[in-house]
């Protein structure tokens, strides 16, 4: 319905896999996990393209804190913008709790920041994405990285083999990630 919390596919507590699918013009994000839970979806070879026709500011997978017993994976997957306020990828601990993350092979392209890490604790593995125009918002204060790191020293990842084209900024660091 265009909420703010409310994704074409929603989820608290839990680790599904979502595969080979087509996810296109919702008004939120194609994949969202609550900021309070711990969920470790499985995201593999689909194609999320245009969502958040709303245009508020979010992404097209939006997670949080990832379950203990696993990681999140995104993996193979096509995320293709249109709206000046939707990013691609955002892994977050907004309110608290860990994220380890593998976001590998994707596609990630036209939508206002490629992927983002943002908070603490947070873990992640980004290699081999093809990271090209993600800057349809126009405004480096607001968006524009290929990819963005917030936090302080607990957010940790490595970065290896992505190309970065087309962006405002091609890696953006804030505070001390």
Known sequence: NGSDCTGTIDMINSNPVIRNSLVYENMGPAVLSAANGNSSPQIFDNQLLQNCTSNLNMP??????????????????????L??????IAVATL???TIRAIIQGNLIENNR????????NI???IVGNQILNND???????????????GDHTNQSMITGNPISGNL???TVQNQP
């Open 169 to 171: 900024s091609a890696i």
């Open 60 to 81: 097209q997978i939006n997670l949080g804190p990832s379950s203990p017993a696993d990681s999140i994976r995104i993996i193979g997957n096509t995320i293709s913008g």
């Open 113 to 120: 920041y490629g992927i983002t890490a943002f908070g603490m």
């Open 95 to 97: 309110a608290g709790g």
């Open 136 to 150: 349809i918002q126009g405004d480096p204060m607001l968006g524009g990285s290929g990819i963005n790191f917030w």
């Open 123 to 125: 873990y992640a593995l």
């Open 83 to 88: 709206y000046e306020n939707s990013g691609g």
